[in-house]
């Protein structure tokens, strides 16, 4: 397989198609060439399938720490730390809120992961921007404490961060998909041809 895609990308661009050949002397002949093209889509939405599951269980664990994180805010307020930082500088229902909007934004990137469509990039970009307004509103309140904390540099960039893996592992996997229709395009014109 390495093989193919090195031919093809090491091809001038004119005379793009499936290599007729399997390596050794004998020729490809079309169901062969079928074959194969299938075999690599088959493999590709697999690969597809699992990554965007991985990503998606990831994101979901987040949300339940987050769930976790809600709770304990409005059952004892700031005994969480790293809540208790904020305990001069906001009140409790926003500290929750912004955990909730956190939850929106992962709900989001893992619907967005899950559509493998343009419909689901949109959810992820949803994901982003809700990911950014949420990083500034944490930044904000970090830069009033009297310290600054590194410990919680997660609250501004944990969903933005979420958002941004997502968008990249969409990217990657959309494009390895449009490499296998490629193929497929190609052993069409071969046959064309």
């Known amino acids: 397989m390495k093989k193919l895609v090195r031919k093809l990308r090491n091809s001038d661009g004119e005379n793009l198609s499936l290599p007729i050949h ?79 909007v956190a939850i929106l934004a992962c709900s989001f990137a ?32 970090m830069l009033r404490l009297p310290k600054f904390r590194w410990d919680i540099i997660w609250l501004p960039f944990g969903p933005l961060s979420a958002a941004a893996i997502c968008l990249y592992v969409d990217h990657l996997l959309t494009e390895s998909s449009e490499e296998v229709r490629k193929l497929r395009a190609y052993m069409y014109s071969y046959k064309a041809s």
């Open 110 to 141: 893992i619907i967005g992961l899950i559509h493998e469509s343009m419909l689901g990039t949109r959810w992820i970009k949803y994901s982003w921007y809700t990911g950014i307004v949420l990083a500034i509103f944490w930044l904000y309140y």
């Open 22 to 100: 399997d390596g050794g002397s004998r020729p490809l002949d079309s169901q062969e060439q079928e074959e194969l093209v299938r075999s690599l889509e088959r493999s590709q939405a697999e690969q597809s399938r699992l990554w965007r599951t991985v990503f998606a269980t990831l994101f979901f664990c987040y949300i339940a720490f987050l769930l976790y994180s809600i709770f304990h805010q409005a059952s004892s307020p700031w005994e969480l730390r790293y809540h208790a930082y904020f305990m001069e500088e906001m009140y409790s229902w926003m500290v929750i809120s912004a955990d909730w």
